[in-house]
């Protein structure tokens, strides 16, 4: 009888795209991804015995096991072929624990992209787990308990229930929340700028910005200033100083890694980091190519390295060559350097064939599937070119005791930007369209003519907020996390409340706000960036075998563990006032619907106060003529996870609440039901029938009050286009009704 072996993949889309690239005496079956945990009732891990992780078998994955045992039974062999990270390797171990019994062989075969050339150069070349790499899993995940174990709880104590913390989500929460603060901190500082319109010889007109005044840097603080100037230079004459020209070279982007496809999607296509990963993984597994089958079109998309493969390289060579020319190719293949600590032995993100173009496989991929793809394609392509080449041409101009400079350039050979060409910050933008200009050419001594003098109010500005892109570079670059951890982080924070996602900008909430205030004093361990990007550091070093897992816990835990006790000591905020009916402290409290005041004395003395949601401190705003239909105490209005609502002044005491209507009917309910804001579990707000589930009626966007002036529909609907003009709409088909509308000053 022939041997038989059983292949264990993570997802049951890799089994078909696997299966066929390997003969009958294989059998592959998914273990759909963990099949072992720490159990969720208790912490699960025995501190006094060297941190011991205590194993189960999740309860959603004991059918799956049972079903793999099975198949184990029939095999002489068992092949991890599980992701080639750590996660995956972890995942390897668990299932060869329960699987490979009776002496059974055990091998792990791993792969950066699902090609046949790879998969039988894997079976070829078995290896065995890599104990070091399942420890440095191991560590993060009991790191991760210890910490989410034991602050939770604390959190719902001192906090509010149902609150959580992370190792690291806690940590990006802070970098928003001290982000926020900076922009709220900000004042503004006023500054002009000059630019003169000018013409020579060459009668194309030009711009050139005043740098200097008397060989001094101009410093231009208020309009005053300016005019000072501008009648200065009346009657002077302009004469060009300097001519300089050289040449500017800019090179390709490096092919992607998870942080920078995950960065440049979100730029780009506007995807979420969870959607992004989710959609290199359907493209990583297989998609269904026609008469091809299952084709794995990109490598594994968890890397942090920019290797590429000398077999991907002279593929992406031979179709630029082919396509462009052999004069958009190097002499050699560039080399590109990863940055320390990555894994080298991955792959950068590259379609597995550089042959297959976007535009042939569209019809067997979704319009998002296509899109990352081509993201992917274009990109990898384009770092194996020649740089571009730019000429470029600066002038200083004089005129009187001021200095004005011209700067431009033109492009001489497109390179890389033949196929491809990467996304910039709004900054580094408007710095390359200045660099960019078009300047004529000018002699040194010649005299121009001065067309306009432009002077331009400007104000500094604030630091950005974080988006998902620039919050993912920033924990990149301070060592934070790990690739396959980004997207879930950027859901994490946002699904437990602490942040929300609106126009791609991402804010904390005023609950983010109080508990990072609560947990950075004190947990400066856990809520430092240093520390934490420590952590991962030595998660590396045991990968790497040059570290215990077990002292790299016992180092953290002891600084934990004191941290811990003293946080449980802490008492509510005490705000300096008086109880109006008893004279006690007041403290300062967080329950369900967010900050209150509640005397120190309960519960002899029942006495609270509603703050505002919006600020600490502030009232809630009272709703007019709005009483509770139960203890008849003003309606006041409340923000909560998922919207505005109104809700009874007497809280706690009395829990009555109401949806905050638009007081606008609802168009298909006819029993009175009214439009209310609701957000969804991501934080986009969407407008509902109050009568849900009744009525399902939902839109979108945003409705106002106002009758469309064509079919008389009782009310519009508002969004923003691009340039933040405000439209106004007509929602119903074959309408068509639209108008500009005013933005509203502040």
Not at 151 to 163: A, D, Y
Not at 615 to 625: D, K
Request: glycine share 8%; proline share 6%; net charge positive.
């Amino acid at each position: 009888m022939a041997k038989r072996s059983l292949v264990v993949v993570e997802s049951p889309t890799k089994v078909k795209t696997i299966q066929k690239y390997l003969d009958s005496t294989y059998i592959v079956k998914a273990s759909m991804g963990h099949v072992r945990d720490l159990p969720k009732s208790k912490l699960g891990v025995d501190v006094k015995k060297g941190f011991k992780p205590e194993y189960r078998i999740l309860p959603s994955k004991r059918k799956v096991v049972e079903d793999l045992r099975k198949a184990a039974e029939k095999a002489d062999a068992l092949y991890i072929a599980t992701d080639p990270d750590r996660e995956g390797e972890a995942i390897g171990w668990h299932l060869a624990q329960e699987l490979a019994v009776n002496g059974r062989k055990v091998f792990r075969v791993s792969f950066n992209e699902i090609t046949a050339r790879a998969i039988k150069a894997a079976f070829a070349h078995p290896g065995r787990i890599d104990q070091k790499k399942v420890e440095a899993q191991q560590a993060r995940r009991v790191l991760d308990r210890l910490v989410g174990y034991n602050l939770s709880p604390l959190l719902w104590r001192k906090v509010q229930r149902g609150l959580s913390a992370g190792r690291v989500q806690s940590v990006a929460v802070r970098l928003i929340a001290d982000r926020e603060r900076e922009v709220q901190a900000f004042v503004p500082v006023e500054y002009w700028s000059l630019h003169a319109r000018l013409r020579g010889k060459n009668p194309a007109e030009f711009v050139a910005t005043l740098k200097e005044i008397r060989g001094e840097k101009a410093d231009l603080p208020g309009e005053a200033r300016v005019q000072e100037i501008i009648t200065g230079l009346r009657g002077k004459g302009w004469t060009v100083k300097a001519v300089n020209r050289g040449e500017r070279k800019r090179n390709p982007a490096p092919p992607f890694i998870t942080s920078t496809l995950q960065q440049e999607a979100a730029r780009k296509l506007h995807f979420s980091a969870k959607k992004t990963m989710l959609l290199a993984q359907q493209l990583y597994e297989g998609i269904e190519v026609g008469a091809e089958g299952p084709l794995g079109l990109i490598t594994y998309m968890r890397t942090d390295s920019v290797h590429v493969s000398r077999e991907a390289q002279e593929e992406a060579r031979e179709w630029v060559g082919g396509r462009l020319g052999a004069d958009y190719l190097p002499p050699s293949p560039p080399v590109y350097r990863s940055k320390k600590g990555a894994q080298e032995a991955h792959e950068a993100i590259r379609p597995s064939d550089a042959a297959k173009e976007p535009k042939a496989l569209a019809r067997f991929l979704t319009k998002d599937q296509l899109a990352l793809y081509r993201l992917i394609w274009e990109r990898f392509l384009a770092s194996q070119m020649l740089p571009a080449i730019y000429d470029t041409l600066g002038a200083d101009i004089q005129a009187g005791d001021c200095l004005f400079r011209a700067q431009g350039s033109t492009l001489r050979f497109p390179g890389f930007t033949a196929v491809y060409v990467e996304s910039r910050e709004e900054s580094e933008v408007a710095s390359e369209e200045e660099a960019e200009a078009v300047v004529p050419l000018l002699t040194v001594g010649e005299e121009l003519s001065l067309q306009a003098l432009d002077p331009k109010q400007h104000f500094t500005q604030p630091p950005p907020r974080y988006n998902e892109a620039s919050l993912i570079k920033l924990l990149e670059e301070r060592g934070i996390g790990r690739p396959s951890t980004y997207a879930q982080i950027m859901s994490t924070i946002q699904e437990r409340g602490y942040v929300r996602r609106e126009k791609g900008t991402l804010y904390p909430t005023e609950l983010g706000l109080h508990v990072t205030d609560f947990l950075v004093p004190l947990f400066p361990g856990i809520m430092d960036v240093e520390f934490t990007a420590q952590m991962e550091e030595d998660l590396d070093q045991i990968e790497e075998g040059k570290a215990s897992w077990t002292e790299a816990i016992q180092h953290f835990y002891k600084r934990f563990q004191k941290e811990l006790k003293e946080a449980g000591k802490r008492e509510p905020a005490a705000t300096g006032q008086a109880c109006p009916e008893c004279g006690k402290p007041l403290l300062e409290r967080w329950g369900r619907y967010g900050r209150f005041l509640a005397c120190s004395g309960y519960p002899e003395c029942k006495y609270t106060q509603d703050l505002n949601g919006n600020g600490r401190g502030r009232m809630a705003e009272v709703v007019p003529g709005e009483v509770c239909d139960q203890c008849g105490k003003p309606m006041v209005i409340k923000e909560g996870r998922y919207g505005k609502f109104i809700a009874c002044q007497g809280y706690p005491e009395c829990k009555n609440t109401k949806p905050l209507t638009t007081g606008i009917a609802c168009p298909e309910d006819r029993d009175g039901g009214q439009l209310v804001e609701r957000r969804s579990r991501r934080g986009k707000a969407y407008y509902a029938c109050s009568k849900y589930p009744a009525c399902k009626f939902i839109l979108w966007q945003r409705p106002v009050p106002e009758p469309c002036p064509r079919c008389g529909n009782p009310f519009l609907l508002e969004r923003y286009a691009r340039g933040k003009k405000l439209l106004r709409h007509c929602w119903k088909e074959g309408c068509g009704y639209k108008q500009e509308a005013e933005v509203a000053a502040g």
